[in-house]
């Protein structure tokens, strides 16, 4: 079982940057491959990106590549999404998800997710 509570989000200008935070309970956080995934209102929850449980590996949709960074810290069991250059079709409630599919790209195949933190982009 993980618990995960992600946090960072926030309102923030076109360009500018926010840093959200994924941490997890339980002492197994570093079997699982992590993604982050977003959902803006009436549109499904898509994909944005998945490391594999060591970190070595990372994927990105290509709409955030290049501007966003995913990382985590298996001593602190937390992951990372580092967002850069944002813009307004960035604006979403943003998830973190735990799965035992390294590069899982569907959210079906994540066990366990967060609440969500929204983030909003202003133009």
């Known amino acids: 079982q993980v618990q995960l509570v992600e946090s960072g989000g926030g309102l923030v200008q076109a360009g500018g940057s926010l840093r959200l935070s994924c941490a997890a309970s339980g002492r197994t956080f570093s079997r699982y491959p992590m993604g982050w995934f977003r959902q803006a209102p009436g549109k499904e929850r898509e994909f944005v990106a998945a490391?594999?449980?060591?970190?070595?590996?990372?994927y990105y949709a290509d709409s955030v590549k290049g501007r966003f960074t995913i990382s985590r810290d298996n001593a602190k069991n937390t992951v990372y999404l580092q967002m850069n250059s944002l813009k307004p079709e960035d604006t979403a409630v943003y998830y973190c998800?735990?799965?035992?599919?390294?590069?899982?790209?569907?959210?079906?195949?994540?066990?366990?997710w967060g609440q969500g933190t929204q983030v909003t982009v202003s133009s």
């Open positions: 490391i594999s449980n060591s970190g070595g590996s990372t």
């Open positions: 998800g735990a799965s035992d599919v390294i590069d899982s790209q569907l959210s079906g195949q994540y066990d366990y």
